[in-house]
């Protein structure tokens, strides 16, 4: 198996994903080309999580005394999911007066 090579960054790796969520997002691709980007995506998407646990990892080894004792607490806390780029389309609830459509977008 040949070398895994890194040719992105964190942050255009980022900036990528969010172009594949968009192009996702319209609907217009076929299958075949659909199934092609999602993978790239999910690659993308794993090499972000390394970088971003490497970090942490980095950033509690920085944070140790001489003891090797935690000093502060340095984790990164990790968000339950991205957001979508787009707003989700409405289900026809608009019309529900119970306050429960502000909190909608939250969901996702």
């Given at each position: 198996?040949?070398?895994?090579?890194?040719?992105?960054t964190?942050e255009?790796?980022?900036?990528?994903?969010?172009?594949?969520?968009?192009?996702?997002e319209?609907?217009e691709?076929?299958?075949?080309?659909?199934?092609?980007?999602?993978?790239?995506?999910?690659?993308l998407?794993?090499?972000c999580?390394?970088?971003?646990?490497?970090?942490?990892?980095?950033?509690?080894?920085i944070?140790?005394?001489?003891?090797g004792?935690?000093?502060?607490?340095a984790?990164?806390?990790?968000?339950?999911?991205?957001?979508?780029?787009?707003?989700?389309?409405?289900?026809?609830?608009?019309?529900?007066?119970?306050g429960?459509g502000s909190?909608?977008?939250?969901?996702?």
């Amino acid at each position: 198996m040949p070398a895994k090579k890194e040719t992105h960054t964190f942050e255009s790796a980022l900036e990528r994903i969010e172009q594949i969520a968009a192009q996702m997002e319209t609907g217009e691709l076929p299958l075949d080309q659909l199934i092609v980007v999602y993978e790239e995506g999910l690659a993308l998407i794993r090499y972000c999580s390394e970088r971003l646990d490497d970090a942490e990892k980095r950033l509690e080894t920085i944070t140790r005394n001489a003891a090797g004792q935690p000093k502060a607490l340095a984790t990164v806390q990790k968000v339950p999911e991205i957001p979508p780029s787009t707003p989700a389309e409405t289900s026809g609830n608009e019309g529900d007066s119970s306050g429960a459509g502000s909190s909608a977008a939250r969901l996702f």
